[in-house]
């Protein structure tokens, strides 16, 4: 790994939140706060509108239950679904009068604006937003490593004591995360963009689907499969987050539709000659958008895209296969980067593609072919 | 494997085509048809319009030039642009009166319009396409492999005679694919919905990116990725994929668009509470029918989704540890049905999730764990 690479997280007692952190509701995030800060030794009280829940996460170790005489928290993290946690925050800044507030709701710029309306106290409140979730909810499934590794927006607000805006980034660097910077406004345009439109274009992909003729969907392969992964999220949870942010969201979708547009007035005519040069030009510059902007998204460790070498490997579909590659590939030693696997529909054989550092995929790619393995070159 | 898998493809010297088959256009298709054929022991020549492109197919194995004394082929592959595809194909019919004559173009019906207007003699054309593909493109990228355990679409027309029929589904089964059957207008409909609106809205997702604010990408995770994978395909060619499957691409994008419309008009009024219950309706209904056309993309085996034990092992991001992990789960004998690798954007470590066999997955956390890896619960 080269100095670029992010410092570790914060070892156990490492800390530089002093606590006591109170954390109320006490879901997948929730809890996966309160078992990562408890991990450092610091005092977390929990509390949740469900009685279950709350016992959950005080029997995984997550904290335990706010007592009459506990001191007042320094810090008081909302884990609440987003419709309610500008209530909630509000009631907590009234209750604790000393304590910074944040919320880890999904959408920012609602919240904060609620809060104004009713007079909350913005000095001590910080929003944020973790990046970080799982296909699992509740707090069985938290966490203390949920975070490590995320990014963490905290989004001051123009009130925000300095005071309050260090005890927020430090909660995100005592889990792991990464603080990032964003306005309310600004974050909640950058979701919209990277996380809620991509999740409503995926639905809509995928709900079309439900039409398809007998036989088509045998036809489907690793393209419609990425691009519906997510299309299979919670629809409720989603709902709320998108309603959430709507004004952000249907912003971004405007755009996509008056592409859109052009593309079935490009596509409508076909490919009769007279209009295939115009139909080709104005597609093509679609397609180039595209290409541009897929070429933005940051490398998994968020800096500019590395470039790899790529070996593609065919594994037959029978028992033991894929556990046998993987033990050549430790045997050889090789520094894997990146590994994705594809299997179409109906397909007897797999293909694992393996990103090695640029220089070591011929020396891999003959080794492994040595080994008795066919490379598709 | 259990009974209900796919046969292996036939081993050497075992085909059902007796040729000679003669491949006009030596790019990646022809040139993996020509590997596949030679590798049986069939005669196969080959033309292609590019002296260069011609010249290494022959070099790599894939056939030899047609000399004028050689018979007339029983079986023509025209493997053409989809723009030309129809002009060549009656041509290779013309000058081989008793040969069956397929192409591999992407489109169908088009093609099958343009031969019927010009008098094709349509008994001995069979249009095809097999779905395989590689981000590499020409004859060099070539493989005898590439139609292994893909569908192989075979696309008979009302006049195409039986014994033309079968000699293309004897070209798909030889190659290794899986033949399916379906009219050019089914076969184009199904593309559209499986293959082309997928690449469509991946594009204008993506597309979307180009207009990012600083750090608003910073935040882009594993979903946003899977999104925009096909994003970065060639613009040029898919163009022309795209214009000559204009009206059922365009079909689906209006539906699409009809929803869109939806989506936009439920969230423009956002979170007021006026408002709320009717947006958030409207929202999970449209990505309700999104989880149910994610369910119905089949497996990898083509049938029913199959159910598997899923664990997620954290993966620290430093060299050779997923090679470790890979060495560790082969000593293990593990059954891998499955594995991806999660990276978000400037992070520490990455999240391996392995998928087995139903009741195997408790084992193997408990084993991984004992050896020191952490696993996400």
């Known amino acids: 790994m080269t100095g670029g690479a992010p410092a570790p997280p914060p070892a156990a007692g490492q ?72 209530a909630v925050v509000a009631e907590q800044l009234r209750r604790f009068p000393a304590a910074t507030v944040t919320d880890l709701a999904s959408v920012k710029a609602i919240i904060l604006e609620e809060l104004a309306q009713g007079g909350a106290d913005l000095e001590r409140y910080v929003g944020s937003h973790p990046m970080a979730g799982r296909e699992k909810t509740g707090p069985a499934a938290g966490t203390a490593d949920l975070f490590v590794g995320r990014p963490w927006v905290v989004a001051a607000n123009p009130a925000s004591r300095p005071q309050a805006v260090l005890r927020v980034r430090e ?7 990464h603080p990032a910077y964003l306005t309310a406004a600004a974050h909640d345009r950058a979701v919209a963009l990277v996380s809620h439109v991509p999740q ?103 800096g500019a895209k590395r470039q790899f070498d790529k070996v593609t490997v065919m594994v037959p579909d029978k028992p033991g296969e894929l556990g046998r590659l993987f033990q050549e590939m430790g045997r050889i030693g090789v520094n894997l980067e990146d590994l994705s696997l594809e299997h179409g529909a109906g397909q007897l054989v797999g ?27």
Chains 1, 2 share one sequence.
Not at 171 to 177: E, M
Not at 277 to 288: D, F, N, P
């Open 351 to 377: 293909l694992a593609e393996i990103a090695v550092a640029q220089g070591a995929g011929a020396a891999l790619a003959a080794d492994l072919e040595e080994q008795g393995w066919r490379i598709l070159r």
């Open 200 to 302: 409503v274009l995926s639905s809509l992909t995928a709900r079309r689907l439900t039409e398809a003729e007998p036989g088509a969907l045998e036809l489907a392969g690793q393209g419609l499969r990425d691009m519906t992964r997510i299309a299979g999220s919670n629809a409720g949870l989603w709902s709320t987050i998108l309603a959430g942010n709507g004004p952000a969201v249907a912003a971004v979708l405007r755009l996509v539709r008056a592409d859109l547009d052009r593309a079935i007035a490009a596509l409508e005519p076909g490919g009769q000659p007279a209009n295939l040069g115009r139909t080709l030009v104005e597609l093509s510059h679609l397609l180039s958008g595209g290409n541009a902007g897929a070429e933005r998204i940051p490398g998994k460790h968020g």
């Open 171 to 177: 909660l995100a660097s005592d889990l792991g995360a």
């Open 15 to 86: 800390a530089a939140t002093s606590g006591p952190v109170h954390v109320v509701g006490t879901g997948l995030l929730g809890a996966s706060v309160g078992l990562g800060l408890a991990g450092h030794g610091i005092v977390v009280t929990l509390e949740d509108p469900s009685p279950a829940a709350e016992a959950v996460a005080v029997q995984i170790g997550a904290g335990r239950r706010r007592a009459p005489q506990d001191a007042d928290p320094e810090l008081v993290v909302v884990a609440a679904p987003p419709d309610v946690t500008a």
